[in-house]
């Protein structure tokens, strides 16, 4: 799959792709405005919580999965729900891939996969921090 920019532009793109990979499914879904809002949440939380500047994180990826929880052990097979996975290239965050896969355990939505340049400007901030 070839990139998409996640904008309102890009909307249908975007939707034709995720009907596409959950053509079959029912349960754990998404739509279009959960990809919207976890662009709006990272960019938030990684820039004003971890003050890490767009140039730093060229590069970085993110797999997300908006269903991540615990299922107790006589739930029969392993259920699955859409995972969607996003790179930040050029000032903006693209939407790379999206598919069906098992269930992550809570706690485990976001699957960073950082920069060298992002990861120095984490360990660099965080050596400023006062507790």
Partial sequence: MKPIIVNANNAEKIKEVIDQAQSRARERIIVVEDVFAACRYMSSKINDSWNVSKVA????????????????????????????????????????????????????????DFSESAKDAIFANAKMMKF
């Fill in 57 to 112: 994180l060229e590069g970085t990826a993110v797999s997300i999965d908006l269903h991540a929880r615990n299922f107790p052990n006589a739930y029969r097979g392993q259920p699955e729900s859409t995972h969607f996975s996003l790179l930040f290239r050029r000032g903006q965050w693209r939407l790379t891939a999206v598919y069906r896969h098992y269930v992550r355990r809570e706690g485990h939505i976001y699957d960073f």
